[in-house]
């Protein structure tokens, strides 16, 4: 008898040890770095479809869960597929991808910050602005649409399977900014889910929108063109914020941590960006225009009731034409001219902005249109 209490004593202290030896599962937190974010979607995604043991008492509730068998497969970092299983049922499906959704932003112990090669200028693709789209006057309530792209039909991203990434921004003179992502970069089929977070904790008037685009399973596919277009909102009481005798003031906005990985969940390095948006007050506006223009690109005659010569120092590739507050009201492709002739008939009469946008230079000036 005692031999047999003494071998059931042995397995049960043997099933207690063996019970956490595989670690701990917060579920949501896919890349296990302790806290739940944009970047797990990247695992959960790449490990979709998979299966695995089930755990005991599994639940997508922000608890820990031992892990009691390891799954067959691991992601290149060592890391066990158990982990994407946020709900523990044996399956990594859509319901441990709306697990990251539910407990996005929970930390758990220490945490490791997720980390990306960054590319390099010149050699590796660059996500980007499109910086032609940035009005030529931002000022209180402005509000400014910016399209940003990764890749190009000429050098496309030949093997994408997920992309996460950080938008960075002044929160004090920005009231409000999102992204609208364009799926169909990322394929154009239904094997797809998007994420987008806003981070509790951030620093004093800094701002942060967290997005991640995945496939459902390990579908890469050929990725390049616009990945969304940023829609942002300027503050609409600039007096208090700006500065005393501040004429304008650069507010940046950046894409960082961007994670590129492909078909293999190997990282493809991808070259940040950041843009500066020119924040004026309203009271100097035409001051700022008109501020060391004139060497640049002469628009004449001003006023201007049926017609504008345009005459510039560097390659016209495309005017606009827009309103003192910021909304475009017409767009002109040019060819590559140094000087163009700009019809007006059917503006609105007063002043307008014309912005000119060259090879190697973009110029903003103030216009008047008389009415016939």
């Known amino acids: 008898m005692k031999y047999i209490d003494r071998l059931l004593l042995s397995l049960l202290l043997l099933c207690l040890l063996q019970w956490p030896i595989y670690g701990q599962i917060f579920p949501g937190d896919a890349d296990n770095n302790g806290r739940v974010e944009h970047y797990d979607v990247l695992y959960t995604g790449y490990a979709f479809g998979e299966i695995g043991p089930s755990r005991l008492g599994g639940s997508p509730e922000d608890a820990e869960e031992f892990i009691s068998?390891?799954?067959?497969?691991?992601?290149?970092?060592?890391?066990?597929?158990?982990y994407a299983d946020a709900d523990g049922n044996g399956a990594v499906d859509f319901l441990d991808l709306l697990t990251i959704s539910t407990n996005y932003g929970a930390e758990n112990g220490m945490v490791v910050s997720s980390e990306f090669l960054e590319g390099v200028a010149g050699t590796d693709p660059a996500i980007s602005f499109d910086r032609?789209?940035?009005?030529?006057?931002?000022?209180?309530?402005?509000?400014?649409?910016?399209?940003?792209?990764?890749?190009?039909?000429?050098?496309?991203?030949?093997?994408?399977?997920?992309?996460?990434?950080?938008?960075?921004?002044?929160?004090?003179l920005i009231a409000d900014l999102r992204l609208e992502l364009e799926p169909g970069w990322l394929g154009r089929d239904s094997q797809l889910f998007i994420l987008q977070g806003l981070p509790e904790a951030a620093l004093a008037n800094s701002g942060r929108l967290d997005v991640a685009m995945t496939r459902l399973g390990k579908?890469?596919?050929?990725?390049?063109?616009?990945?969304?277009?940023?829609?942002?909102?300027?503050?609409?009481?600039?007096?208090?914020?700006?500065p005393d005798n501040v004429d304008q003031l650069p507010v940046a906005v950046s894409v960082v941590g961007i994670g590129v990985i492909d078909g293999d969940f190997n990282t493809i390095p991808i070259v940040e960006d950041s843009v500066h948006?020119?924040?004026?007050?309203?009271?100097?506006?035409?001051?700022?225009?008109?501020?060391?223009?004139?060497?640049?690109?002469?628009?004449?005659?001003n006023p201007a009731q049926s017609h504008l010569n345009i005459l510039s120092a560097d390659?016209?590739?495309?005017?606009?034409?827009?309103?003192?507050s910021g909304q475009k009201l017409q767009t002109h492709p040019v060819a590559n001219q140094k000087n163009h002739v700009l019809?007006?008939?059917?503006?609105?009469?007063?002043?307008?902005?014309?912005?000119?946008?060259?090879?190697?230079?973009?110029?903003?000036?103030?216009?008047?249109?008389?009415?016939?």
């Open 69 to 82: 068998l390891l799954w067959e497969n691991i992601f290149p970092s060592g890391l066990n597929f158990a």
């Open 343 to 372: 019809p007006v008939q059917g503006l609105p009469a007063g002043p307008l902005l014309i912005k000119i946008i060259g090879a190697h230079s973009i110029v903003a000036k103030k216009i008047w249109i008389q009415s016939p």
């Open 132 to 172: 032609s789209a940035i009005p030529p006057i931002i000022t209180e309530n402005s509000t400014v649409q910016i399209p940003l792209f990764l890749g190009t039909q000429e050098n496309p991203l030949l093997d994408v399977n997920g992309i996460a990434f950080k938008i960075t921004y002044d929160a004090e």
């Open 219 to 242: 579908q890469p596919v050929m990725a390049f063109g616009k990945i969304g277009t940023l829609s942002i909102i300027i503050e609409d009481d600039l007096i208090e914020l700006l």
């Open 277 to 301: 948006l020119e924040v004026m007050n309203p009271a100097a506006i035409s001051d700022v225009i008109d501020r060391d223009q004139d060497r640049l690109v002469k628009v004449y005659p």
């Open 315 to 324: 390659r016209i590739q495309e005017v606009q034409l827009y309103t003192l």
